[in-house]
């Protein structure tokens, strides 16, 4: 199941095989959902149509809750479905007096709002709970606050430090593990630090610490073990000149102390970085165009590099068996799909002026779209087969536009990993066709021998780990070799020649010992 949202209203899609309208939702047809949302787990789905809110079984929309808030233009499910987080824009009074509430937190049980905030920034407006529902936060003026079991009238915890600007829970059940940010100032360095709650007090507190300079801002990423962090870290300014958007590094900070800073062997941007599903290998799309795309382990050692190519994203599947590098905004879409287990590739479609890739939680199918306000012509979507087919595209209808496609999500575990095939399917559309862009050439040159020129050398795929050349021996071909060794140097005699001359006869005297 899936969810396309336009200005032409709001529908659900069920597939594959077949690709049809979902038989019990019903369209809304507003022209003004500004946003909409499944439960982390599918079972539920709510978006706002400018009216009110509506939040649905996505089984058979059965209808759950409505509630009258028309200007909400941010939603959030808690994990276990317990909580509805609305946000709209917060205004003050005319005479400049302080605004109402506009962060709302409502219990899905009887519909009704157990606490309001005042949270003036959309960015990071959510709070976050923990996976099991027993922790959550939110960063407020220097310090990240901590509820327990939903309770919003006590804050029972608090993290306070100077100018704390983001924070990260980790994921998984408890003990829960936080990693928050601060940024550098007066010639302090930034820096990262990892506790688990509630151990905030003392000097000693957190369990890892990394501190750098250069960096404006910070993307934290844990992996689903959570038992590190990836940390990019960014700036504005490139001071050297050398890249328009500025400069990036990539840390590692795990949760036992350990921390290093992620060697690129290639300058330029960090485009994007991933967490493989089994938490024991991360990739990295950086360099300048064209990027390379490299597979590190967790002692940030490279693993496998696959050469450069015209990208910027990466996509592990919800399984972690299946990665796709693409290039979209402003590349031509063209995406390599691999297998990662034995480093073989599988397809290269083009999805030409993409905007939107998402994985399809069975690890089969993908979904690539364009979306406004990135681009406003061209609007639609398509689904594929991770080995290039077309299974069902749809083209949004003149004057009309397309603002968001999402997947339902599915627990972990529902879609085990299948074994990967390379033949195409068969696919109801055919696939684009890249025709070979020809260089223009003045009319004085038209007639003469083509010249080749390469700006760049194409690297190849390769795979970087360290391989001996010699197969290791069994313990016992080991000892019968020492002591073949030992008998050896026993049985050789050293034969040392001293030339020395008589004082008498001047002649030389050899001496064999």
Request: proline share 8%.
């Amino acid at each position: 199941l899936s969810t396309v949202r336009g200005s032409d209203g709001i529908q659900l899609i069920q597939g594959p095989p077949r690709f049809t309208n979902h038989d019990s939702f019903q369209q809304d047809s507003s022209k003004n959902c500004k946003v909409s949302i499944f439960s982390r787990d599918g079972k539920l789905f709510g978006w706002c149509n400018g009216e009110v809110i509506n939040i649905v079984n996505s089984a058979d929309s059965t209808p759950l809750h409505t509630f009258d808030l028309p200007k909400v233009v941010g939603l959030e499910l808690s994990p276990k479905n317990t909580i509805l987080a609305t946000w709209q824009t917060y205004t003050t009074g005319k005479d400049g007096t302080a605004g109402v509430p506009n962060l709302q937190l409502y219990d899905l049980k009887n519909g009704k709002c157990v606490k309001s905030f005042i949270q003036k920034k959309m960015q990071n407006w959510s709070p976050c709970w923990s996976e099991d529902e027993k922790i959550c936060a939110r960063n407020v003026n220097n310090e990240v606050q901590f509820f327990e079991d939903n309770n919003f009238d006590v804050i029972a915890n608090k993290l306070h430090l100077q100018k704390v600007s983001d924070f990260e829970l980790s994921p998984g059940d408890h003990p829960c593990k936080v990693a928050v940010y601060v940024p550098g100032s007066k010639g302090a360095p930034s820096f990262v630090r990892l506790y688990q709650y509630p151990n905030f007090s003392g000097p000693h507190s957190a369990v890892a610490n990394k501190s750098f300079f250069k960096a404006d801002r910070v993307t934290m990423l844990w992996n689903s073990k959570a038992t590190a962090v990836l940390v990019t870290a960014s700036t504005d300014v490139d001071k050297t000149g050398a890249s328009y958007y500025g400069e990036q590094t990539l840390h590692y900070i795990a949760v036992n102390g350990e921390s290093a800073v992620v060697q690129l062997p290639k300058n330029g941007p960090i485009y994007d970085v991933v967490w493989n599903k089994n938490s024991t290998e991360f990739c990295v799309v950086y360099g300048f165009m064209p990027a390379k795309a490299t597979v590190f382990n967790l002692k940030c050692d490279p693993i496998f590099d696959f050469g450069t190519g015209p990208r910027n994203a990466a996509f592990y599947s919800p399984q972690g068996h299946i990665l796709v590098l693409a290039g979209f905004g402003n590349l031509r879409g063209q995406m390599e799909v691999w297998d990662i287990k034995n480093y073989k590739l599988i397809s290269k479609p083009t999805a030409s002026d993409a905007t939107y890739f998402a994985w399809c939680p069975n690890g089969e199918h993908i979904v690539t779209a364009t979306c406004s306000p990135r681009l406003r012509v061209g609007n639609g979507y398509k689904i594929w087969h991770y080995t290039g087919s077309i299974l069902h595209q749809y083209d949004v209808p003149d004057n009309t536009e397309l603002w968001q496609v999402s997947w339902q999500p599915f627990t972990d575990g529902v879609f085990p990993a299948k074994p990967i095939i390379y033949q195409p399917v068969p696919g109801e559309i055919p696939a684009e066709e890249s025709k070979p862009a020809q260089a223009y050439r003045p009319p004085a040159l038209r007639n003469k021998p083509v010249t080749s020129y390469k700006l760049h050398e194409d690297e190849p795929p390769q795979s970087v780990k360290p391989q001996s050349t010699e197969k290791p021996m069994s313990k016992t071909a080991l000892k019968n070799q020492k002591k073949r060794e030992a008998k050896k140097a026993a049985k050789q005699v050293l034969h040392i020649v001293i030339r020395q001359y008589s004082p008498v006869q001047s002649v030389p005297i050899w001496h064999i010992t």
